[in-house]
């Protein structure tokens, strides 16, 4: 991506730097396992897991919050501000050209754990978008782990992961999200389940509409990254690497053929009509 000269945005809080962990979640890296649980969790509303959406009690109360980052961090923060910049100019003419306004949201930079809307949030849950609070969560530890572990290297697979969960900030903004969560509600897991996929694929296909939209930054090789990181997060490639098996009612995000194809569906479109998954007989 060739983001030099380009403007960064003013809504990333960097909450990196100084402190540590919280008492109990210090340890080692990342393994292979906890990674492959971390992908499946890439998507929106994670409540479920942050304390059941509660609030942190004190004995778990976030510590590891300070200044900004320092010299060798941050040129991940600019790169991270600079596609959340580009995200905002997408959405911002996409909805300008539909009659509304686009409220960005922020975007929080963590190392290890911090508080969310939605709880308490540890670098095990992955990038993750909080509804309640409309902003996006990021432990930048995760796309190193994405190349080393799930192979999806380079930075427009970084960039992606943003625009995805971006993407269901879209969502969020649209009122998509309260009627589809509402909806859930009232189901049994497996229709439940097949719900949430179609919440991710449409977050896909937004961010399929943010690469169209941004093809000015865009270099040789920037889809093809795109498109492998997509297949990389797919549930059936991750479930038979952790446990050998795939099962595709337990999906929640989309097979790896499935992604790829939302993601595709709205670069080749530019059109968030043409990313109504939830009407589409087939996925």
Avoid at 45 to 53: E, K, Q, T, V
Avoid at 95 to 105: E, H, L, N, T, V
Avoid at 203 to 232: H, K, S, Y
């Amino acid at each position: 991506m060739r983001l030099e000269g380009e403007r960064e945005s003013s809504n990333v809080e960097d909450r990196r730097g100084g402190g540590g962990l919280p008492i109990g979640l210090a340890g080692g890296g990342i393994g292979t396992v906890a990674l492959v649980v971390i992908a499946l969790l890439l998507g929106v509303d994670p409540s479920f897991i942050l304390n059941g959406g509660g609030d942190a009690g004190p004995e778990r109360q976030v510590v590891q919050t300070g200044p900004g980052p320092d010299g060798a961090q941050e040129p991940e923060r600019r790169f991270v501000a600079q596609v959340l910049a580009t995200t905002e100019d997408a959405w911002g003419e996409i909805f300008r050209r539909g009659g509304q306004r686009y409220a960005p949201p922020s975007l929080i930079l963590f190392t290890g754990a911090t508080q969310s809307g939605c709880g308490f949030a540890q670098s095990a849950v992955g990038p993750f978008y909080c509804p309640e609070d409309r902003r996006v969560y990021l432990d930048l530890g995760f796309f190193r782990d994405m190349e080393r572990q799930l192979g999806a290297p380079g930075d427009f697979a970084r960039a992606y992961v943003i625009a995805h969960e971006v993407g269901h900030h879209v969502q969020n903004q649209l009122g998509i999200l309260d009627r589809v969560n509402e909806a859930r509600r009232r189901m049994d897991e497996r229709s439940s389940n097949a719900l949430q996929v179609r919440i991710e694929l449409q977050a896909d296909c937004f961010a399929g509409i943010w690469a169209r939209q941004t093809q000015r930054v865009l270099e040789p090789g920037d889809i093809e990254e795109g498109i492998n990181a997509a297949a990389a997060v797919g549930d059936d490639r991750l479930q038979r690497r952790a446990r050998g098996t795939v099962v595709p009612e337990s999906f929640t995000h989309g097979s790896s053929a499935q992604r790829v194809r939302w993601f595709r569906r709205g670069l080749d479109s530019g059109d968030p009509r043409q990313c109504d998954s939830f009407a589409a007989e087939s996925l």
